[in-house]
């Protein structure tokens, strides 16, 4: 009976390429599809403008810039780092909740939140050294994300109420609330435009370049944490197995309730943390404007990523290049960056459409990233839909 | 045809070499199979062994990678569903197609409308031919009944009517008795005798071999996707059939020896319980179950004993009433609190409750004990110690895996539940509550946890076991309880019991004692 005692398979790099490349073929060919999809867009747009001259290889010259604008000098590779930080926050954010088979469409709205924790905090203590500043400004983020990711935790929990719905409500609150706060409370007196104080010593440092702050390390030591969590701990046994099947884990003399209003909050906590990255590393103040889309763009990250800690890095540099790379392609190409959201909605809607890719391109199924996917069709309809 | 003495008329099916490969298997490696018009003809395997792909094949839902199909000695090809109904094959699936609000006659013309004109129904024709086909073969039915208020039993018999007002010539019975007593089975027997007599073609598929050799006229038996014989009821027996089916000689029944009881280990009082949707499904059950012995409840599935189940090991919160453990009152403790006292509890649906398929083999072996040392350390995994004692558990409960890191949802149903009964019976016990543990397996896992069950009870555990398998709750129990909606009807000895008198328990709860067969809905 040995073949029963466990013995591993021998090891066999053709085996090991053949499963790496069934784990990552379903996005790269999302993300090489859309930019097909960019390229016909740019052509077609280019019939929209009078006395153009058309250009075939405007596409071409497009995506050049878009990767020069990037990759192509130390000054872009940084600025590509600092769009990534907050990416990798909120994409873990994302993902913890997946694997719990919660659906945290609310990042976004706890992560202003965080930035606005970090701005009220950061404001008072700009004066005190920086060593006591920082962690105070991270941590007023931490407890205010937390909160905004512990309400739909209890909600659900309570009465059942859907994190989907809770947190698309929540996000809308967090806009208002930051609006509110910028122009009223927050305010520099006398200033024409609702903007606030700069944080002063709570910023964070900068060790890379000119604007590469510490938020890109805190970024990849939470990829570890997290990794190291879900992993390495029972909590994180927990987490999955919640989400993987909650009736198993009620058997298993789990409390699936807690461990979704403790995953709830720490998707809170890591969204609240991107929104610190942002202000405490590159905006150092708060307008009415702020927000980006970080927390949407966090969605598609984590999707992209299979939920997985370290692909998530991959995922958000991708995302973080074409950020910084978008003012370049508009000035060599005339292209609006704007094409940067099309490219990234478009790698979604291929990436949710995954069954059809599969079929048209004989994709194999992804052997070891199963549970991230029936989590996620499982948290759209309920528990009830899956089985 | 050259065989002598051979009726002269082409068999109405006759499958050749066919062969059907999946990646990795093949399911089916030149199977020939030949149904005569009017025979009785039984497919006997394993689960696995072949037999859904081979139905799968005839009925269009599959294409052979070789072989042929022949009808009435004309070679066809099968298209799909629709065409294997035109040709006039049909199948009864195990799980019934009926919509149950609708009427009988509305869930027999889904699909095949009988048109008055191009717009509207000819109700009154669909009706008049219901009823004759009902009177020809001996189960007159109404077909204004709704199908959700009929028992199993007659819901199968509107399953085959639907097949016979489709004028089927060959009928496919997917397990057609896993859900039925013994009665009702009886019952089906004589209509599909009725209907072999008539001239029907019947497939029967089934792994249990008394009932096989009750009805089959031949038997074909089937394993690993190949034909290994071929018998007549006369010539053949059930020893026989089992080491076809199995590749080995095989113990039928459990040798359960002498059980040595002590003191009442679980105690259920006036316990009432309400499902999902608020209906009150337990209605004061009072047990007892004493250390060493094998109670065993016997009921029709859905007469509250999964409920039941639940609310002891703490996975429902019971409405009123008492559970008691060694003297202590434990209601309304949870999951954990019961495991922690030394109670194990294998779940009626493994996928749901046993499992997470997602998962390494390994964890799943962990998903119960996983927080306690030596497989953590505070909230730290310690992942060495997870892999090592999965392997051992795999060694001594002969799980069949490539491994312990590959996921649960590779296995088979069997080596899925060894690996339950390894996780779950693995340490010292004093309550072992067991949910329909061998549904749907291969009678080689059936046997071994049969046999690790009676192990068991011989070191003093108590044994809870709820089976709708009639015969497994006979073969295993010292005690008998037989559970009807909602109560205890009565305890029998393990011994003592006849299978009839249980059987007509289980489906009227002793009440009537003539056994009206068909409409449940008679008492309240």
Known sequence: MSAATGARPPFSAARLARSAWSVVALPLVSILLSFVVGAAIILVSQLLVPNQRFDWALPITAYHALITGAFGSFDGLVATLVATAPLIFGGLSVALGFKAGLFNIGAQGQFLVGALGSVYIGVIISGAPSVVAIPLAVLAAIAAGALWGFIPGILKAWSGAHEVVTTIMLNYVAVAFLAAAVSGP????????????DVGNAAFPVFLGRTGHLGILLALVFVALIWWLLYRTTWGFEIRTVGANPDAARYAGMHPRVVTVFTMTGCGVLAGLAGSSVLLGVTHTMTSSFGTTVGFDSISVALLARSNPIGIIFAAILFGAMRAGAPLMQIQAQIPVELVDVLQATILLFLVASPVLRRLFRLRGVQSGLGSTETIARTYGGEATVR | MTEAGRPTIAPALEMRGITKRYPGVVANDRIDLEVRPGEIHALLGENGAGKTTLMNVLYGLARPDEGQILLDGQPVTIAGPSDAIARGINMVHQHFMLVPVLTVADNILLGEETMANPVFLDRREAHRRIVELGR?????????????????????????????????????????????????TEEIFAVLRRLAAEGQSIVFISHKLYEVLEIADRITVIRRGRVVGERRPAETNEDDLAEMMVGREVQLTVDRGESHVAGPVLEVSGLHVRDDRGNEVVRGVDLEVRAGEILGIAGVAGNGQDELVEAIIGLRRPWSGGVTLGGRDVTGHSPRQMNEDAVAYVPADRHRFGLVLGFPLSDNLVLTSYYRRPYARGVIRDDQAIIRDAEGSVERFDIRTPGVTVKASTLSGGNQQKAIVAREFDRDLKLLVLDQPTRGLDVGSIEFIHRQIIAKR???????????????????????????????????????????????LMATGGEERATAPGITEATA
């Open chain 1, 186 to 197: 927050l305010k520099v007196p006398g200033s024409p435009a609702p903007v606030t104080y």
């Open chain 2, 136 to 184: 020809r073969f001996g189960f007159e039915i109404d077909p204004e009944a709704k199908v959700g208020s009929l028992s199993v039993g007659w819901q199968q018999r509107v399953e085959i009517l639907k097949a016979l007002y489709r004028r089927a010539r060959i009928l496919v019975l997917d397990e057609p008795t896993a859900v039925l007593t013994p009665q009702e």
């Open chain 2, 458 to 504: 011989d070191v003093g555990t108590a044994v809870l076991l709820v089976s709708a398998e009639l015969d497994e709750v006979l073969e295993m129990s010292d005690r008998i309880a037989v559970m009807y909606r909602g109560r205890i009807v009565r305890i029998l000895d393990g011994r003592s019991a006849d299978k009839n008198e249980v059987g007509i």
